[in-house]
Nanobody
Framework: QVQLVESGGGLLQAGGSLRLSCAAS????????MAWVGQAPGKEREVVAA????????YYADAVKGRFTISRDNAKNTVYLQMNSLKPEDTALYYC??????????????????WGQGTQVTVSS
């Protein structure tokens, strides 16, 4: 079992940057693939970025490639999402999620077993 707590969300203007953090409890964090999942108003959850348990493999949704960077620090049980050049369409509730089985289907929300409560990111034009 792992608990995930997100932080770092906020309200900002287009073009700005934010860094989201997800702190995980539990000794198995370093063995889990991790993801950031965004849910915009009225839309389904979508994997925005994901990272393998060692950090060697990453996945990004097309809409964020070149602007967002996911990283992890297994010694600190933390995963990050650096968000640059933010756009109004990035507005969403961002969840941290953990995949305890290490599936390679990073893009699928159904692969993730544990979820945080989410942190809101709102980008104004």
């Amino acid at each position: 079992q792992v608990q995930l707590v997100e932080s770092g969300g906020g309200l900002l203007q287009a073009g700005g940057s934010l860094r989201l953090s997800c702190a995980a409890s539990g000794r198995s964090f370093s063995t889990y693939a991790m993801a950031w999942v965004g849910q915009a108003p009225g839309k389904e959850r979508e994997v925005v970025a994901a990272i393998s348990w060692r950090g060697g493999n990453t996945y990004y949704a097309d809409a964020v490639k070149g602007r967002f960077t996911i990283s992890r620090d297994n010694a600190k049980n933390t995963v990050y999402l650096q968000m640059n050049s933010l756009k109004p369409e990035d507005t969403a509730l961002y969840y941290c999620a953990a995949d305890k089985y290490g599936s390679s289907r990073y893009w699928s929300t159904s692969e993730y077993d544990y979820w945080g409560q989410g942190t809101q990111v709102t980008v104004s034009s």
